[in-house]
């Protein structure tokens, strides 16, 4: 029987499963604890407003929102309830195509630019500054490989 086919991970496998999975929630935690002690949003909130951003100048429809954190609809809908109770975003009704648009509000954009810094200040201490350049290459090379062969979760 082939490693691949066994019903358990192998020693040296799970290895790589539990680092990998180690790194990944320890960097969240930390980079999310110091956004949410130093300007008040969450993890989530920072996402989202980075994403409204980054991806769509200030406003998405919710589906590509969703799809662009991997999250389900519900647990996006649940989210931004809670932003719009804190002026974060507003949604409103687009046209069939588009479904719900998600905007950014005056007091989001205020928020994200304050945590952005925050955020590159704990992801350098927290990741990027234990790295050299190489590992840093091979990081963003595993990881584009894996993206590419449908590797992501």
Do not use: N, Y
């Not at 005056?106 to 590992?135: C, F, N, Q, S, Y």
């Amino acid at each position: 029987m082939s490693k691949k086919t066994t019903a358990r991970l192998q020693a040296d496998e799970l290895a790589v499963w539990s680092a990998v999975k180690h790194l990944s929630e320890q960097a969240l935690a930390c980079v999310g604890a110091e956004i949410e002690r130093e300007t008040g949003l969450s993890g989530a909130d920072f996402g989202i407003l980075s994403r409204l951003e980054d991806l769509g100048g200030g406003e998405l429809a919710q589906r590509d929102l969703a799809l662009s954190l991997g999250w389900h609809k519900s647990r996006l809908s649940h989210q931004l309830t809670r932003m719009e109770a804190r002026e974060l975003v507003v949604r409103r009704q687009a046209d069939e195509a588009r479904g719900v648009l998600v905007l950014i509000t005056v007091e989001g954009r205020e928020r994200i630019a304050a945590a952005r810094p925050v955020h590159a200040g704990a992801v350098r201490r927290h990741l990027l500054d234990h790295l050299d350049a190489h590992e840093r290459a091979v990081i963003v090379a595993v990881a584009a490989r894996l993206a590419g062969e449908g590797g992501e979760a």
